[in-house]
């Protein structure tokens, strides 16, 4: 990335090297990043950052996906559904990188997020609701329960996942 | 072997008893997705470290539980069973791809702690567990006595608890695999193990 602008990195999910000029990012840990700025007229602004990287760990989450099902692995429903809930955690959490996934012969299929201080996972089986997991590893407060992906998100899920993004943030309560 | 590097035998013993304190077992787990493996942004798995998804019970175990069974998570103690022999009684499916150790003693001091309302959950423990297949006509399950089937047994008490217990018993699980005790078998130990009878 090059460019001559005075960025304010904000809520930076790992440490980078910013300044004006050259900016390297020595590990890119983040799907995207959101960039704050000032504008001409002193405004605050955000700006999303995407990497190439970001699109290629994406088209590899979705191709993971598909060939877990071609190649027998998992039945269709199991995918559709990490599908769903993958979107659905990126739609909530823009900058969310792809989870870490495992698939079982048959179901199910395991989500994780972790940042080593917080751990978010999701299992999906192909009948039957999925489950959620959150972890906060510094406060020791953990929380699960079920849920529908059709339905959308659990509140608790999402609340995760932002803190993902985040390891500074407050701890979950 | 054991964990403190003694060398006594291992035997064996009736489904249900736990195994002796010091030794390790085995478990095996499914193919983790590209990023998991790859993805520097999955630090804990960059690092070579486990991670719950692996600690999953599979469909068939998921089926037991919901009936009320309270299924235990298959092992394979390590002394009675090589890497390639679990491999191969699992199914000799390429998809399974992870390999880890853990240690009994270990195991057996993970619990989730209690919530509101709700108590701590037992501690986890390792047992004996007979090795069964699914039988020849499809209906039900027979002995299973291939080499290295004496090495099974089960992660007990991963049934107990709420769901977030639940899930607290994974994580503390995964967090229980020792520095290097996750090993990814490359398409090249696969093809062998596929090429070869068990040893």
């Not at chain 1, 999303?48 to 027998?72: C, I, K, Q």
């Not at chain 1, 990490?82 to 395991?110: F, Q, T």
């Not at chain 2, 047992?127 to 089937?149: K, L, Q, Y």
């Amino acid at each position: 990335m090059n460019g001559t602008m005075i960025w304010n990195l904000r809520a930076s999910p790992t440490d980078y090297t910013v300044g004006t000029g050259v900016y390297r990012v020595p590990s890119l840990k983040a799907a995207s990043l959101n960039y704050g700025y000032r504008d001409k007229s002193d405004k605050s602004r955000d700006i999303l950052v995407r990497f190439p990287a970001d699109e290629d760990n994406v088209a590899n989450h979705h191709a993971y996906l598909a060939r877990m099902v071609t190649e027998g692995v998992v039945p269709a429903e199991i995918s559709a559904k990490a599908r769903r809930i993958w979107e659905s955690a990126r739609m909530a959490v823009p900058n969310l990188p792809v989870p870490a996934a495992v698939a079982y012969s048959g179901g199910p299929l395991h989500y994780t997020w972790d940042n080593g201080h917080f751990q978010v996972t999701a299992e999906i089986p192909a009948d039957g609701l999925c489950e959620w997991y959150v972890s906060d590893r510094h406060s020791g407060a953990f929380d699960g329960g079920d849920f529908e992906p059709a339905d959308g998100l659990p509140v608790m899920i999402i609340a995760g996942l932002r803190r993902i993004l985040n390891r500074s943030s407050r701890t979950l309560s | 072997m054991t964990s403190d590097g003694t060398s006594d035998a291992l035997i064996s013993e009736p489904d249900g008893t736990p195994l002796p304190a010091g030794w390790s077992v085995l478990r095996l787990g499914p193919q983790p997705s590209i990023n998991a493996v790859n993805d520097p942004g999955h630090t804990l798995l960059a690092s070579g470290k486990a991670w719950p998804g692996l600690f999953a019970f599979s469909s068939t175990e998921r089926i037991a539980e919901v009936q009320g069974l309270k299924p235990r998570l298959s092992v394979w103690a390590e002394s009675l069973t090589t890497l390639h022999q679990a491999w191969l009684l699992v199914g000799g499916n390429p998809n399974n791809r992870i390999a880890l150790t853990l240690f009994v003693d270990l195991v057996r001091a993970i619990s989730a702690p209690d919530m509101p309302g709700v108590r701590a959950t037992p501690r986890l423990d390792v047992v004996w567990e007979r090795a069964v297949r699914p039988a020849p006509d499809g209906t039900g399950s027979v002995p299973d006595d291939r080499p290295g089937s004496q090495g099974h047994c089960g992660i007990d008490g991963l049934c107990n608890g709420t769901k977030a217990q639940k899930g607290k018993l994974r994580e503390l699980l995964a967090e229980s695999v020792p520095p290097n005790g996750l090993v990814v078998l490359t398409d090249d130990q696969i093809v062998a193990f596929l090429s070869k009878p068990s040893d």
